[in-house]
């Protein structure tokens, strides 16, 4: 992995996290909000689209639950990696060769400020996987937390770091690695997102070594009427588009 001289580190902390809440949310910042495209590449992949940048999370390898997807080759300005196990941060080879953000902390990209946060990648204290980042950026004037493959419960800590975000990406699908239904429920009534995207569940990409459940546990726990269907793998976010009150969407992949 690589984290070349543009990327400022400024130190995971909530004084770099205010810093970062603050950048983002300036008016010069404000004025040039257009929004946001996520566009779904598989599992926890997404692409964002907005102001101009192109931000890559978790590109993978086709293997276990994601052997049926297609390889996430997109030209990107910057991937962004929560970990680095199996079939996860697959970041080699990526067209057009973009900077790669991988650790814990704060830093500055593309114009763009970036808050990793450190999470167990399982369900003891990650002995077993290790740390787990999760992401949290403003681009298009939307605030977006990915959560990569959490599985431990969120602490005080990370939740001031967290903040409120427009829109959570977060695992549900359980597993050694990453949140169950009602862990991945616990997570989002704890953040209160105003947009809520499953990632992470099991969908006919998977091989016969997938170990994660499908969507439906998860969906069990949401008030139905706040759960709509996207019939396309892309989705646009801005602010006047997203609902007053917390809803989830379950986007669609081509396969």
Same mark, same amino acid.
């Given at each position: 992995?690589?984290? @070349?001289?543009?990327? @400022?580190?400024?130190?995971?902390?909530? !004084?770099?996290?205010?810093?970062?809440?603050?950048?983002?949310?300036?008016?010069?910042? &404000?004025?040039?909000? &257009?929004?946001?495209?996520?566009?779904?590449?598989?599992h926890t992949c997404f692409l964002f689209s907005g102001g101009r940048k192109r931000i890559l999370v978790n590109p993978f390898? =086709?293997?276990?639950? =994601?052997?049926?997807? @297609?390889?996430? @080759?997109?030209?990107?300005?910057?991937?962004?990696? %929560?970990?680095?196990?199996?079939?996860?941060?697959?970041?080699?080879?990526?067209?057009?060769?973009?900077?790669? !953000?991988?650790?814990?902390?704060?830093?500055?990209?593309?114009?763009?400020?970036? &808050?990793?946060?450190?999470?167990?990648?399982?369900?003891?204290?990650?002995?077993?996987?290790?740390?787990?980042?999760?992401?949290?950026?403003?681009?298009?004037?939307?605030?977006?937390?990915?959560?990569?493959?959490?599985?431990?419960?969120?602490?005080?800590?990370?939740?001031?770091?967290?903040?409120?975000?427009?829109?959570? !990406?977060?695992?549900?699908?359980?597993?050694?690695?990453?949140?169950?239904?009602?862990?991945?429920?616990?997570?989002?009534?704890?953040?209160?997102?105003?947009?809520?995207?499953? =990632?992470?569940?099991?969908?006919?990409?998977?091989?016969?070594?997938?170990?994660?459940?499908?969507?439906? %546990?998860?969906?069990?726990?949401?008030?139905?009427?706040?759960?709509?269907?996207?019939?396309?793998? =892309?989705?646009?976010?801005? &602010?006047?588009?997203?609902?007053?009150?917390?809803?989830?969407?379950?986007?669609?992949?081509?396969?």
């Open positions: 992995m690589k984290r @070349r001289k543009l990327l @400022r580190y400024a130190g995971a902390s909530v !004084l770099a996290a205010t810093a970062t809440t603050a950048l983002s949310q300036s008016p010069s910042a &404000q004025a040039q909000a &257009q929004g946001v495209s996520l566009k779904w590449l598989g390898r =086709t293997l276990g639950c =994601t052997a049926g997807y @297609r390889l996430p @080759r997109v030209e990107a300005d910057l991937a962004l990696i %929560s970990s680095q196990l199996f079939d996860e941060g697959a970041a080699e080879n990526l067209p057009g060769n973009p900077d790669i !953000l991988f650790e814990p902390g704060a830093y500055t990209a593309e114009g763009i400020q970036f &808050q990793g946060i450190a999470i167990a990648h399982d369900r003891v204290g990650g002995r077993r996987f290790g740390q787990n980042v999760a992401w949290l950026w403003t681009q298009g004037g939307v605030k977006i937390l990915h959560l990569g493959g959490a599985a431990a419960p969120i602490e005080i800590e990370q939740q001031i770091l967290m903040g409120r975000p427009d829109v959570l !990406l977060l695992p549900v699908g359980g597993g050694p690695k990453a949140y169950n239904a009602s862990e991945a429920f616990a997570a989002m009534q704890m953040l209160n997102p105003r947009l809520v995207i499953p =990632t992470h569940y099991r969908t006919q990409a998977a091989g016969a070594q997938c170990d994660i459940e499908g969507l439906d %546990s998860f969906l069990s726990l949401v008030d139905n009427a706040k759960v709509s269907r996207v019939n396309s793998d =892309t989705l646009r976010v801005s &602010q006047s588009s997203l609902p007053s009150e917390m809803a989830v969407r379950v986007m669609s992949y081509s396969f």
